[in-house]
């Protein structure tokens, strides 16, 4: 059926547009966009008078634990989480239980999200088997299955030896490495920021130097080799400022932030609050600030969850062991229209292509835009609409996050994937429509 969306405000960062426009989806596809369209016979129309129209947004870095851990998050309920947040389509890492080092996992994720998925599903590849550093695996039969990318995040790849081979055969194969910068020699698993707070909390800290040593080895190595790397979850002041000096010597870097660190520093922790313990960890003020400064001058072009559910029980334990990371794809849309948008970061195109065009671009997909003839994936916003963080509403199955009854200004109101609607909380309600088939 033909979906037209009338009244919005359209912003499509990739082709320049923000008008008043009319968008005709049909067959999957963006038909036409125009001003005072017309409904086809049979259509439904979709009144986004108020809203934002813009390209569906894409989470390049969540972490299903499917296959493995489902109980934690399979795919299904991590997909309506994804749509529930506003994202048409999200790239899962590879540390699953199997690892997804070989074809046929990638395979199984691919079916299961044609089953099961709520929006768009791109497997990341293992660097190494195993996660181990050690050997890489069988990366051109990880793509032909349908990988998008390589990563070995979790953990970094051990070796500058391993990381250059890396680099050298996904170049070849035209795909980016997505690097988890971390020198474990200096970090050793400590579980936070080395600095004030970490010293008055009596807890070990893990340096920013940590991030930094490894950000210039994979900089380095990607000039060398001229391929493509990408630095996931941005932390230190010294990595955006190499990714800055880096892109001005032409080496095929990008980089990523997540919502956690542009919002929250090691303060957070203070009082031993564990909803706040990520790795890489909350920084300091003067890292915070850097990461909103490479934002707003373009060093950093992507804003990603890094979506880490865990089981309840997996966090009543001590402090130091809770695991890392917390749940962000019901709550970054929410985070950067509040904390970016609204305290004047970034302008509404510029935020909008932080989940469009820049992971489209670092992960080689053919989405992002709202271009006649483009997939038919679209974010509706409502940048105004107040909301209350509840962890207790998530589609998600984990509920850590620090972000727990926090007011925020905007979120995503409905998405459309491949010309279905998927979520819909126009009208206040939140609804999500089971999929027939996510290709």
Known sequence: MPLLVKGGRLIDPASGTDEALDLLIEG??????????????GAEVLNAKGLVVAPGFIDMHVHFREPGQEYKEDIES??????????TSVACMANTDPVNDTSSITERILKRAREAGACRVHPIGAVSVGLKGEALTEMAEQLAAGAVAFSDDGVPVRSAALMRAALDYAGMLGAPVLDHAEDRSLSQGKVMHEGKISTLLGLSGNPAASEDICVYRDIRLAELTRARVHILHLSSRGAVALIREAKKRGVRVTGEVTPHHFTLTHEALQGFDASAKMAPPLRE??????LLEGLRDGTIEVIASDHAPHYEADLQVEFDEV???????????????????HRGVLTLPELISKFTVGPAKALGLKLGTLAE??????TLLDPERDTKVNPEAFESRGRNTPFGGWKLKGCAVATVVNGEMRMNRIAGVTQIFAPERVA
């Not at 991590?78 to 994202?87: D, I, M, P, S």
């Open 28 to 41: 999957g596809r963006i038909a036409r966009r125009g001003k005072d369209l017309a409904a086809p016979e």
């Open 78 to 87: 991590g997909t309506r989480a994804a749509a529930a947040g506003g994202f």
């Open 285 to 290: 003020e003067e890292d915070r600030q850097a």
């Open 323 to 341: 695991p890392f990371g917390v749940v962000g794809l019901e709550t970054a849309v929410p985070l950067a229209l509040d904390r970016l948008y």
């Open 373 to 378: 003839g483009a997939p038919a994936d679209v």
